[in-house]
C-alpha cells in the first residue's frame, strides 16, 4: 500500500488567497483526521471524519478553515481566505478502528507559507 | 481538559546508551496512549500502542509503559542508536475512543556517534 497520500507537499501563497489542501487515505480505512503542526502550539486536531461524515470540527480554528470528504478516498481542507498565521504543517491520517487496534497512518504532510 | 507534557523537551547521549523519555497526562481516563516517531520534514510513524488495561508494549530495542493511575507513561530505548534521532511524541486517546488523539509537544533525541 502507498500509505497516506498528501498533496501537494509544499504550498506558498499570499494572504487572501484560497489554498486547498488533499489527502488520499489507506485503502479500507474509515476513520481520517486532520492535524495542524506549528512550533508554537504542537500538533492538534482540527477535525475528523468517519465514514465519510464529519465528526467533530471543535478544532477548527475558525469558518476560514472547512473540511470536505465526498468518498471514501479523497479529503479536502480549504481555507478562505489564507493569512500569515495559518502557517503551518498539515497532516492527515487515516485509521480503521474496527479491526481493534486505533493506530492511526499520517502521511508525508503539507508545509503551508503564507505571505 | 486533557493535557500530555513531554519532559525533557530534547535529550543529546552518546551511542549506546539506555534512555528513558517521559509522558505525563492530566486525565486518567484514556482509552489508549501511542508513542510516535517524527524524523525531520516527515509525518509521524506510529511505534507503540497502549490499550487503557495493558502496562506495557515492546517493539525490538523499545518497551513503553503505561500507569493510568499516576497519569504516566514512559518510552524506554535500549542501545540507542545514531539512527534513533528523532522527535518522540505521545499522544493520548480519551475514553469516548474516538481516536482523537491528543499530543504532547515531544522530545528531540540526539544519539551522537
Known amino acids: 500500500d502507498a500509505g497516506v497520500i498528501q498533496s501537494p507537499r509544499h504550498e506558498v501563497t499570499e494572504m487572501g488567497q484560497e489554498v486547498t489542501l488533499r489527502c488520499k487515505p489507506i485503502s479500507g480505512h474509515n476513520s481520517l483526521f486532520w492535524y495542524r503542526q506549528t512550533m508554537m502550539r504542537g500538533l492538534e486536531l482540527l477535525i475528523y471524519f468517519n465514514n465519510n461524515v464529519p465528526i467533530d470540527d471543535s478544532g477548527m480554528p475558525e469558518d476560514r478553515f472547512s473540511a470536505k470528504m465526498p468518498n471514501a478516498s479523497f479529503s479536502t481542507l480549504k481555507i478562505q481566505p489564507s493569512e500569515p498565521r495559518d502557517s503551518a504543517v498539515y497532516f492527515c491520517?487515516?485509521?480503521?478502528?474496527?479491526?481493534?487496534?486505533?493506530?492511526?497512518?499520517f502521511g508525508p504532510g503539507t508545509r503551508l507559507t503564507v505571505l | 481538559k486533557q493535557e500530555v507534557t513531554q519532559i525533557p523537551a530534547a535529550l543529546s547521549v552518546p551511542e549506546g546508551e539506555n534512555l528513558v523519555l517521559n509522558c505525563s497526562f492530566t486525565d486518567s481516563a484514556i482509552y489508549n496512549l501511542q508513542w510516535f516517531r517524527q524524523d525531520p520534514g516527515k509525518g509521524l510513524t506510529s511505534l507503540l500502542l497502549i490499550q487503557s488495561s495493558q502496562r506495557e508494549q515492546t517493539s525490538g530495542r523499545l518497551n513503553a509503559s503505561l500507569d493510568k493511575s499516576s497519569g504516566r507513561s514512559t518510552l524506554y530505548i535500549a542501545a540507542s542508536q545514531p539512527g534513533d534521532s528523532a522527535t518522540y511524541l505521545c499522544?493520548?486517546?480519551?475514553?469516548?475512543?474516538?481516536?482523537?488523539?491528543?499530543f504532547g509537544q515531544g522530545t528531540t533525541l540526539q544519539v551522537k556517534p
Open positions: 499522544a493520548v486517546d480519551g475514553s469516548s475512543n474516538t481516536g482523537k488523539l491528543i
Open positions: 491520517a487515516s485509521s480503521f478502528p474496527g479491526l481493534g487496534v486505533d493506530t492511526q497512518y
